[in-house]
C-alpha cells in the first residue's frame, strides 16, 4: 500500500472517533498562520482563527483576537490556511484505482451504497469538504448524505442531484433502458430526486465521452423537456445542471432556463456570452479530457475506445476552458474524477485547479473557483468558502502559498471541516 493512502487510512479512523464525540463547546485556535486573502491583497499573517463547536467565531491578527485559555491551540505558525475545497462534479460511486476487476453492472444498491461511504471519506482526507454530486446510478448517495449529517460516518458536505434524467438512448443509460421520454416523464422523474433529496436536478442534454455511440454535438432533449425539469427544480428553489458538449444543445438549454452546465467540450465563444449574460455556470471538468488523465484512467480500467474518445476532445475542450475565462462566465471548479488519488499523492480537484491556471485563471481566481465561487452557486455562500467568522470551520493548512504558486495545494497536511481535525499529518 502507497504510503499516501496508509496515512488516509489512518487519519480517517481519527476522524471517525472526532466525528462520534459531542462537538458542541469545543473550542479550537488556529494560531500563527497566514490567512490566504481571496478578494485581494496581502494575506492575513500571524492569525489567529478561532473555532467554536462547528464554526469560526474570529478571525483577525494575533494582537486583535484573545485566545481563550480552554482552546486546543493548534500551531500554525508558518503554515497557510485556505477554505475546504469544494468540488462540484464528482461521482463517489467511481471505483478505486486497482479496483477494475469490480463488475459494476451487477453490483447491488447496497454494495454501492458503501463504496460511496468509503470514497466519501476519502474526499474528505484529501481535502475536499464539500461535494457537489451530479448524477449517480442509484439513490444510495442521499444515505451516504444522511449519514455524514448525523455524524455517523465521515465525508464532506453533500449536494446531490440523485439519479440523472437522461432521455432513452442518452448518455449515461445503458443498452435496452428506458429513459425518460416528455415532459411528462422529465416532472415524474424529477420530483422522485427531489422526494429523495436531491437539491440538483441533472439533464443528460447531449452525449460524452463515455457513451460508446452518438455524436456529442447533438441535442438529446427537446425544449419543452429541458422547460418541465427547470419548472420542478426552480418551484423547489433549487438549480437544474446539464450534461453538456454541444453549442446546440447548451443554446435551447439556456432558452429553457438550465443554470449549469457541465464538461462543454465544444461550446463556443458565441455559446458561453450567452451563458454569461443568463448568469449560467460552466464547471469545466478539464482534467477528464487532457494527457495526465489517460493514465488514470487505464489504471481504473477503462475500456480503449474510452481512452481514444477523451483524448480526441482534449484540445477542443481545453480551447473552451480558456474561452470561458476570456469571457468571464462564473466558473465553478468540478473534477469528474476522484477529488482523491491515493496512488499518486496528488488530488484531482488540485489537478483541476491547477490546469484552471495553466488556462489563464490566476492562482487566486482559481482557488475562488474552488471555494467563493462554488459556494455562490450553490447558494451557500453564508456557510462556507470563505475563512470568516460565523461561518463553519472548514478549512486546510498548507506548506506555502497558494496566491504565489497554485501547486502549493499538494501541500495539504491539515483538514478540519466543521471544527473537526479530520487529518493532521504533521501532529500539530
Ligand atoms: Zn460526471
Not at 471505483?95 to 459494476?104: Q, R, T
Not at 475542450?317 to 488519488?341: C, K, R, Y
Amino acid at each position: 500500500m502507497q504510503r499516501k493512502l496508509k496515512q488516509l487510512l489512518i487519519a480517517s479512523s481519527l476522524a471517525l472517533s472526532g466525528l462520534s464525540s459531542p462537538a458542541s463547546a469545543q473550542l479550537t485556535a488556529l494560531v500563527g498562520g497566514s490567512v490566504v486573502n481571496l478578494e485581494s491583497g496581502a494575506p492575513l499573517e500571524n492569525a489567529v482563527v478561532l473555532v467554536e463547536g462547528d464554526r469560526i467565531t474570529a478571525v483577525g491578527s494575533r494582537d486583535d483576537v484573545s485566545i481563550p485559555a480552554d482552546a486546543t491551540i493548534i500551531d500554525a505558525s508558518g503554515k497557510w490556511i485556505v477554505p475546504g475545497l469544494m468540488n462540484m462534479h464528482v461521482h463517489l460511486g467511481l471505483k478505486l484505482p486497482g479496483a477494475a476487476s469490480v463488475a459494476l453492472q451487477n453490483e447491488s444498491e447496497a454494495e454501492l451504497a458503501l463504496r460511496m461511504a468509503e470514497n466519501a471519506k476519502l474526499s474528505l482526507l484529501s481535502g475536499t469538504t464539500t461535494i457537489r454530486a451530479p448524477g449517480d446510478r442509484s439513490l444510495g448517495i442521499f444515505a451516504v448524505d444522511k449519514a455524514i449529517r448525523r455524524g455517523e460516518i465521515p465525508g464532506p458536505r453533500i449536494h446531490a442531484a440523485g439519479v440523472p434524467l437522461a432521455p432513452t438512448g442518452g448518455h449515461g443509460t445503458s443498452h435496452g433502458e428506458v429513459g425518460v421520454d416528455g415532459p411528462d416523464d422529465v416532472t415524474r422523474k424529477a420530483r422522485e430526486q427531489l422526494r429523495a433529496g436531491a437539491t440538483w436536478l441533472k439533464l443528460m442534454i447531449s452525449k460524452g465521452i463515455a457513451s460508446p455511440a452518438g455524436s456529442i454535438a447533438a441535442s438529446d432533449m427537446t425544449l419543452e423537456e429541458m422547460r418541465a425539469a427547470v419548472d420542478i427544480a426552480h418551484r423547489a428553489g433549487f438549480k437544474v445542471t446539464a450534461h453538456s458538449g454541444s453549442p446546440e444543445a447548451t443554446l435551447e438549454a439556456l432558452e429553457a432556463g438550465v443554470d449549469c452546465f457541465e464538461h462543454g467540450y465544444y461550446l463556443n465563444q458565441e455559446v458561453f456570452r450567452k451563458m454569461k449574460r443568463a448568469g449560467a455556470w460552466y464547471v469545466p471538468t478539464i482534467v477528464v479530457s487532457q494527457a495526465g488523465a489517460m493514465e488514470f484512467f487505464r489504471k481504473i480500467g477503462s475500456p480503449q475506445w474510452y481512452l481514444d474518445r477523451a483524448a480526441s476532445v482534449g484540445k477542443v475542450h481545453w480551447t473552451a476552458l480558456q474561452t470561458a475565462i476570456d469571457e468571464g462566465v462564473n466558473i465553478a471548479m468540478g473534477s469528474d474524477q476522484f477529488p482523491f488519488e491515493p496512488n499518486e499523492g496528488t488530488v484531482a480537484s488540485v489537478r483541476e485547479i491547477e490546469l484552471y491556471v495553466d488556462a489563464g485563471m490566476t492562482p487566486r481566481q482559481a482557488l475562488r473557483s474552488a471555494t467563493v465561487e462554488t459556494a455562490r452557486m450553490l447558494g451557500v455562500a453564508e456557510e462556507v468558502g470563505t475563512i470568516s467568522e460565523g461561518k463553519y470551520a472548514d478549512l486546510l493548512l498548507l506548506d506555502s502559498d497558494p496566491v504565489a504558486d497554485i501547486s502549493a495545494l499538494r501541500t495539504i497536511g491539515l483538514v478540519m471541516k466543521g471544527g473537526t481535525v479530520v487529518r493532521n499529518d504533521w501532529n500539530l
